[in-house]
């Protein structure tokens, strides 16, 4: 167990539909990364926050967004939709803005 | 740009023998260079890493791996192969000129498989 959580563990939708993803990262740490892993596209970063901040941005769509809030947890809201969008989407924690990352168990996001 | 190469689809090994699963990196810098295990249905369980020092670095589970500056490789060994080795290794590096950023770059995944 990494420490890392992830809410919820499966999701199933429909095309054009929003959904929220969750992450509680490990106590005292401060960065929070989220990544998308595909068949097609592997494993993919997508974003960072430290301390509530955006720290780097990798291949986010326009469609997602994401916040960290004051308590340090995270969201991944992903809008509009798409099959192609089926994937695990990860969510990692360091201590600080370059550590050594914790992943989460993840969360499988189904479009229909 | 920071890459990694995985240039094994997969590894076939027999327990108890040794095993390696390669990794070739690409960098602008010095690279920071990570070695992460994947079981399924699971999330990515953190092996080992390499920042600076000595160029063998020993993780978790009995493995580790050799940094090679010329070669700019970073295997990953192991002396003695378990069944319970078989799992999705992926190699990674950190992103950013001399992994001044954040983020892990990651190889496409080799899968291990370890037979009886």
């Known amino acids: 167990d990494s420490g890392v959580t992830q809410t919820p563990k499966h999701l199933i939708t429909a095309t054009g539909q929003r959904v929220t993803l969750r992450c509680s990262p490990r106590s005292g740490d401060l960065s929070v990364y989220w990544y998308q892993q595909s068949l097609d596209q592997g494993l993919q970063f997508l974003i960072q926050?430290?301390?509530?901040?955006?720290?780097a941005k990798g291949n986010i769509l326009e469609r997602f967004s994401a916040q960290q809030f004051p308590d340090l947890h995270s969201e991944l809201n992903l809008s509009s939709l798409e099959l192609g969008d089926s994937a695990l989407y990860f969510c990692?924690?360091?201590?600080?803005?370059?550590?050594?990352?914790?992943f989460g168990p993840g969360t499988r996001l189904t479009v229909l | 740009a920071q890459s990694v190469a995985q240039p094994e689809d997969q590894v076939n090994v027999a327990e108890g023998n040794p095993l390696t699963v390669k990794c070739t990196y690409s960098?602008?810098?010095?690279?920071?260079l990570f070695w992460y295990v994947q079981y399924p249905n699971r999330g990515l369980q953190f092996l080992l890493k390499y920042i600076t020092g000595d160029n063998l670095v020993k993780g978790s589970y009995g493995f580790e791996a050799e940094f090679n500056k010329s070669q700019t490789s970073f295997h990953l060994k192991k002396p003695s192969a378990l069944v319970s080795d078989s799992a999705l290794y992926f190699c990674a590096v950190r992103g950013g000129y001399g992994g001044s950023q954040g983020n892990l770059i990651f190889g496409k995944g080799t899968k291990l498989s370890v037979k009886p």
């Open positions: 960098v602008s810098g010095n690279p920071y």
């Open positions: 990692a924690s360091s201590p600080g803005l370059t550590g050594g990352q914790f």
């Open positions: 926050y430290y301390n509530g901040e955006e720290r």
